[in-house]
Structures are given as structure tokens and as C-alpha cells.
């Protein structure tokens, strides 16, 4: 089983810049791919931005945030990141990173971004 840990959230004025972090531990070997989702409140779960696990990394984005946020990997530290710049109010929301393995997936527990003047 994979365990996830989001860090990195919090307040910040449109325009700004975010980095989250989502630091995996446990038996992660087969590993797939690692996606950031996030959740505002009333809304559906969306797919923001996702990484493959092998090679150089293959990279999806949703529409709403190409071009303003960078998803990466660091396979030395189990942590892959989402660097969110160019923030908008409508980014905030609740962000998820998910672990998706030859033997299943995994949810950490969420970051909470508000972006706000």
C-alpha cells in the first residue's frame, strides 16, 4: 500500500505562486503514473495535471491550467510537485494527489489552496 502526503497549500493573492508537494512512502514500486485532482466546494473532482512514472515523464494537463501550472517528479525522493503560478480565484479549491499503481490506487489526504485578495 502507498501512503501520500500533500504539503505546500494555503493562502494567496491572484497572481501568485504555489508549489505542492505530494511525498509517497510505502511499496510503490510498480508505479503507473501520480496525478494532482482538486475539489471545490459543490463541484466534481477534476484531473489537473498528471506525470507518467517511467521514462522522462510524459505530462497531461487540463485545459483550465496549461500554460500556468508545471508538474514534475523527483523519483530520488518519492515526491512529485505542481507548481502553480498565475493563480486565479477560481483555482481554489481543495488539491489531491493520487497514486495510481499495478495494484491500485491511492488518494493522500488534500491540500487546501485559496486564492484570494
Known amino acids: 500500500q502507498v501512503q501520500l502526503v500533500e504539503s505546500g497549500g494555503g493562502l494567496v493573492q491572484p497572481g501568485g505562486s504555489l508549489r505542492l508537494s505530494c511525498a509517497a512512502s510505502g511499496t510503490i514500486d510498480g508505479a503507473v503514473a501520480v496525478a494532482w485532482y482538486r475539489q471545490a466546494p459543490g463541484k466534481q473532482r477534476e484531473l489537473v495535471a498528471a506525470i507518467t512514472a517511467f521514462g522522462s515523464g510524459v505530462t497531461n494537463y487540463a485545459d483550465s491550467v496549461k500554460g500556468r501550472f508545471t508538474i514534475a517528479r523527483d523519483n530520488a525522493e518519492n515526491t512529485v510537485y505542481l507548481q502553480m503560478n498565475s493563480l486565479k480565484p477560481e483555482d481554489t479549491a481543495v488539491y489531491y494527489c493520487?497514486?495510481?499503481?499495478?495494484?491500485?490506487?491511492?488518494w493522500g489526504q488534500g491540500t487546501q489552496v485559496t486564492v484570494s485578495s
Open positions: 493520487n497514486f495510481v499503481g499495478k495494484r491500485g490506487t491511492s
